[in-house]
């Protein structure tokens, strides 16, 4: 057989796998979720955006983050849960149909609004909490279905893709929404329509998804009788069997933690990503930023959406040229070192914004767009190792605590910087979360040896 031309060998070697895309299930999920994720930017950005709007503060726009991680702190583990209990199909439908609805809501209050000031303060954060809500059931059964659709061989491929779509999305979506603010007609409101209307893609993708009811062999692993596990849509029972179901809820729960405690692997993709979301994840000041750095207006402007498609266009690239990332064998020390690249991000974007003011701008969208890198990289190894690691019978509860930490962790970021910047200003903030970043994750993998030295099977 003829050599492999060297333009397509380079090809195969470093861009994205697209081997899980010839699985149709895969495919429609996926480009459904391209749809949606690329609506669901324009409400990233509207949400601060409004309240910036409403109290000249990023201690509010921090305070989104407080209102979005208490729903995850109780839902995103339950989500994990029912995930592995009840047909995952099932539950993606239903919270995507939330999804949708929560956004119809936050179009509602924008455009026709029934309280001023404060109340309307209060109303957007209630509602956006209630999107999150939504969100933190979601995520853990969507996580939990892709393994069932493609074999363990191309998990890694899948899980490049379905970053390189976060990040595509992420990049023109914030930017997209930048500029339709401005936009006479527009605004506010019709951001949060078009989030409402692309989530209709992935409704209708989640309904063609094959059945995925818990198994005999998964509800006895998890303890749980079969006829529980697989009870018929809508048969609540009485009162006794739903007081059972919470019980046996509780103990899939807490059995779902053992395992995660006892696996210091596991445990040690959580602590890496929280280290750097929690600390180097300085998102809640781009409004302030844009306004008293860049000089934008209050309402925003290109500033803002180029200060939010950072991240996202470095994440983009990350995944567009990963064809090498399924060959890495050592998975857990690629990720100690691409969370210690994305904290040098952060520090450069603070620091040259802090050195040069706007006329640094430049440099500093360049060093968030490493950073975007770099996470991307991290997120891929860490979403693989877990998806290879964690036994079927408790994959929903692992994707729960996945999404908690992925989703919460730059939540809790925007409460820390936004109350940070109150006190040290919003550069000088970030510069010191990023440092934190590459401290926190030298230390991590001080005391978590078995997690460097982790080694995948490639």
Not at 99 to 117: I, T
Not at 244 to 267: E, N, P, V
Not at 415 to 425: K, M, R
């Amino acid at each position: 057989m003829p050599p492999e031309p060297y333009a397509e060998l380079l090809m195969s070697k470093f861009l994205a796998d697209t081997t899980p895309l010839k699985t149709p299930a895969f495919r429609r999920l996926w480009l459904a979720g391209a749809v949606s994720q690329l609506g669901a930017q324009f409400t990233v950005v509207a949400v601060p955006v409004q309240l910036y709007q409403l109290t000249h503060s990023s201690a509010y726009v921090g305070l989104a983050g407080l209102f979005a991680l208490v729903p995850m702190l109780v839902l995103a583990p339950l989500g994990g849960v029912l995930a592995d209990l009840y047909d995952r199909r099932r539950i993606l439908v239903v919270t995507s149909s939330g999804l949708a609805v929560s956004s119809v809501l936050l179009w509602v209050q924008a455009a026709f609004p029934l309280a001023r000031g404060s109340a309307q303060i209060w109303i957007i954060l209630a509602l956006f909490a209630l999107q999150q809500a939504f969100f933190s059931v979601n995520n853990p059964a969507r996580g939990a279905i892709i393994p069932l659709l493609l074999p363990s061989g191309q998990l890694a491929a899948a899980n490049a893709l379905h970053f390189t779509v976060i990040g595509l999305t992420t990049f023109v979506g914030p930017m997209l929404g930048g500029v339709l603010l401005g936009v006479p007609g527009v605004g506010l409101a019709r951001l949060y329509l078009i989030d409402a209307v692309t989530m209709c893609a992935t409704i209708s993708a989640a309904i063609r998804l094959p059945a995925s009811r818990p198994t005999q062999r998964n509800s006895t692993a998890n303890g749980l009788p079969a006829a529980q596990t697989e009870a018929r849509p809508g048969s609540a029972g009485t009162g006794a069997n739903a007081g059972t179901r919470a019980k046996d809820a509780l103990k899939a729960l807490l059995k779902g933690f053992a395992h995660l405690r006892a696996d210091q692997i596991l445990l040690a993709t959580f602590v890496a990503d929280l280290i750097a979301m929690v600390f180097g994840m300085p998102r809640a000041l781009f409004p302030e930023i844009a306004h008293t750095v860049l000089g934008d207006p209050v309402t925003g402007g290109s500033h803002l959406g180029l200060l939010y498609a950072a991240v996202p266009v470095g994440a983009f690239l990350g995944g567009l040229f990963s064809g090498w990332v399924p060959r890495v064998g050592r998975q857990g020390l690629a990720v100690v070192l691409a969370v210690a690249a994305w904290g040098v991000g952060v520090v450069g974007f603070g620091g040259a914004l802090a050195a040069w003011g706007a006329s640094g701008f430049w440099a500093a969208l360049t060093c968030m767009a490493f950073a975007g890198l770099a996470d991307t990289f991290s997120s891929v190894f860490r979403s693989t190792m877990l998806q290879s690691a964690a036994p079927d019978e408790l994959r929903g509860r692992m994707q729960g605590v996945f999404f908690l930490v992925v989703a919460g962790g730059p939540r809790l970021a925007d409460l820390l910087h936004g109350y940070g910047a109150t006190i040290l200003g919003p550069t000088s903030t970030t510069v010191l979360g990023g440092g934190l970043v590459v401290v926190g994750i030298a230390i991590a993998a001080a005391l978590l040896p078995r997690f460097t030295a982790y080694r995948a099977d490639v």
